[in-house]
């Protein structure tokens, strides 16, 4: 009987976390009214099981950035949440604002079909730091939904802002498990053929060959995840989630010639090689499988 | 105030300086002079003068020549400046903790966000 409660946790985790399901964080976020509550905005994150979400809340005396995660175990998740804040506390002597800033996290454990409230400037009424003075403080209404996908699908956003004078933002964070990275070749106004190659970060070095003007280029690449954010706010939030690095190298050196780091945002970035000429990398999310 | 009033003025601060024994011998004999034409002098003379015995009295020494001024040990002035010293320390903490420093209010916890089951 135990093995078989074992196997079936087993098969739920797995049939969980395969690349066939799909996380949906709903959100809508709420500000308390006397009549009705009054939804200022909604929206929804979509992606793999691994995928987080920014979330983004700022009014004139303070912002709260907020990355959330969820571990699936069976019929329930737990819902972590890297908080980051500001708030306005005053001014100085000079004239100038004084900001307090906090970072903390929570953990909640929730089922599937749970709502969970998510209070980002706090549940009381003295500690409503969201603007309203003495009233109660705005919610965020967070219900989390998993569903069948074919396969691994890229991360998609919707935001709808009701209410345009506020500053709500957000965001799908999804750390790549490969990449396209496009290799050109650049001698003043000659450029080589693109040179697409996918690459899976941590994996094994790979051999590219570029040939510019008839001369051909080996250099032997890899594709590595960037050193930790030095800020405890860019770590706390994922801020380089999608930053890749391409280690550049000849194929007899371990020396490398360079890195070159970038987010996935077709942005071509350049590196000197000796040759006298310049590789020119673009990072990009893969295509279609 | 007539010319009468301000030289009676005059004689009350003699009268003052003569029991503190302020005045030469010319001025005490002017003095003298006066209080035997001028009652009301020489009733304030005598009540200076008892007063003086009451204070004298009152420090312990009836029998003194002049009035004993109250005597503060350093000790006793070293002890009262450390107490209102350590006062002032104590209530510039308690003022600080309670008013003192930008973010005051809400406790910080109240403060930070939170996430329920709803």
């Known amino acids: 009987m135990e093995l078989s409660s074992f196997t079936s946790v087993i098969l739920a985790l797995s049939a969980l976390q395969g690349p066939g399901t799909r996380l949906t964080y709903r959100i809508r976020v709420i500000e308390p009214a006397a009549v009705a509550p009054r939804v200022l905005a909604s929206g929804a994150v979509s992606g793999p099981l691994d995928s987080d979400m920014r979330l983004t809340l700022r009014t004139d005396t303070a912002e709260v950035e907020a990355l959330f995660q969820v571990t699936p175990l069976g019929d329930t998740v737990t819902l972590g949440g890297e908080f980051f804040s500001r708030r306005r506390v005053g001014q100085s002597r000079r004239g100038l604002p004084l900001w307090e800033e906090d970072t903390y996290r929570r953990l909640i454990r929730l089922a599937w079909s749970d709502t969970a409230r998510i209070y980002p400037f706090g549940t009381g009424k003295r500690g409503g730091g969201g603007g309203g003075g003495g009233r109660r403080a705005l919610w965020v209404e967070l219900i989390l939904d998993r569903e069948f996908a074919g396969g691994e699908a890229r991360a998609a956003e919707a935001f709808d802002l009701v209410d345009s004078t506020r500053d709500f933002r957000l965001e799908a964070v999804v750390r790549p498990r490969r990449a396209r990275v496009i290799l050109n070749l650049v001698r003043g106004d000659t450029v080589s053929a693109p040179r697409p190659i996918d690459l899976i970060p941590e994996e094994p070095p790979r051999v590219v060959r570029l040939v510019l003007k008839g001369r051909a280029t080996t250099l032997v690449v890899s594709l590595t995840r960037p050193d930790p954010a030095r800020s405890a706010r860019d770590r706390a939030l994922a801020l380089d989630a999608d930053i890749v690095c391409l280690r550049v190298a000849r194929p007899d050196v371990t020396q490398p010639l360079g890195t070159l780091c970038g987010r996935l945002n077709n942005v071509a970035r350049q590196l000197p090689l000796p040759t006298g000429d310049t590789l020119a990398a673009t990072f990009a999310w893969p295509g279609w499988r | ?118």
């Open chain 2, 1 to 118: 105030m007539t010319g009468a009033d301000t030289s009676h003025e005059q004689w009350l601060v003699q009268i003052d300086a003569e029991l503190d024994g302020e005045l030469s011998l010319v001025e005490r004999a002017a003095l003298a002079k006066h209080l035997v034409t001028c009652a009301h002098c020489a009733g304030a003379r005598a009540s200076q003068l008892e007063v003086r015995v009451a204070l004298a009295r009152s420090a312990g020494n009836p029998h003194a020549f002049v009035v004993p001024r109250p005597a503060i040990r350093a000790g006793t002035l070293a002890l009262w400046v450390a107490l209102a010293l350590a006062t002032g320390v104590l209530a510039g903490w308690v003022a600080d903790r309670r008013w003192g420093g930008p973010g005051g209010g809400a406790t910080l916890e109240e403060s930070r966000g939170a996430i329920v089951v709803h």
